[in-house]
T-cell receptor
Framework: QKEVEQNSGPLSVPEGAIASLNCTYS??????FFWYRQYSGKSPELIMSIYSNGDKEDGRFTAQLNKASQYVSLLIRDSQPSDSATYLCAPPDMRFGAGTRLTVKP | GAVVSQHPSRVICKSGTSVKIECRSL??????MFWYRQFPKQSLMLMAT?????????EQGVEKDKFLINHASLTLSTLTVTSAHPEDSSFYIC??????????????FGNGTRLTVT
């Protein structure tokens, strides 16, 4: 079974700080990764897609993909209380990692 | 943007009865749809992948005779929980990939169905 591992949570950061979320995967064939955010009781919503090695920035979010290390991360700059949610990473086969619960404290 | 509509959002049923959940892609054709189950404080667990016009592919440990999936058209997939029991109570979420997109494209999620079996 191809696996996705996420850094164990929960993760708590103060408002305005940088939150760092990490994910490693076992399938070397994965060509893309997706970060989703899930608020409690809701379904996931897509935050970022990343398809190539390196960084991809979208507003306060930066995704990094390192295919050689089989590692993908998500940085959230200037974290806000509204960013408090569970963050899930997924490869194209859509078998999600366990998720990392992030709490941003005012 | 691509919209996936899931219905009902909540359902309560008695033990032993069956429940059908519908998942529709409203503005795109969904060649592939994915069904997930999520228990409280746990991650999404992929139950099955369905392709339009063919049998669903179930994940290991998911009973295909209990969770019937039908993907008869490019815009509709259904999940029927047969002979439901209290342990089937969970949050069921469908998602779809645009038929015009590639394997490396993200999914669009429905809003989920919270099933409670009494």
């Amino acid at each position: 079974q191809k696996e996705v591992e996420q850094n164990s949570g929960p993760l708590s950061v103060p408002e305005g700080a940088i939150a760092s979320l990490n994910c490693t995967y076992s399938d070397r064939g994965s060509q893309s990764f997706f970060w989703y955010r899930q608020y409690s009781g809701k379904s996931p919503e897509l935050i970022m897609s990343i398809y190539s090695n390196g960084d991809k920035e979208d507003g306060r979010f930066t995704a990094q993909l390192n295919k050689a290390s089989q590692y993908v991360s998500l940085l959230i700059r200037d974290s806000q209380p509204s960013d408090s949610a569970t963050y899930l990473c997924a490869p194209p086969d859509m078998r999600f990692g366990a998720g990392t619960r992030l709490t941003v404290k005012p | 943007g691509a919209v996936v509509s899931q219905h009902p959002s909540r359902v309560i049923c008695k033990s032993g009865t069956s429940v059908k959940i519908e998942c529709r892609s409203l503005d795109f054709q969904a060649t592939t749809m994915f069904w997930y189950r999520q228990f409280p404080k746990q991650s999404l667990m992929l139950m099955a992948t369905s392709n339009e016009g063919s049998k669903a592919t179930y994940e290991q440990g998911v009973e295909k005779d209990k969770f019937l999936i039908n993907h008869a058209s490019l815009t509709l997939s259904t999940l029927t929980v047969t002979s439901a029991h209290p342990e089937d109570s969970s949050f069921y979420i469908c998602s779809a990939r645009d038929g015009g997109s590639t394997y490396n494209s993200p999914l669009h999620f429905g809003n989920g169905t919270r099933l409670t079996v009494t």
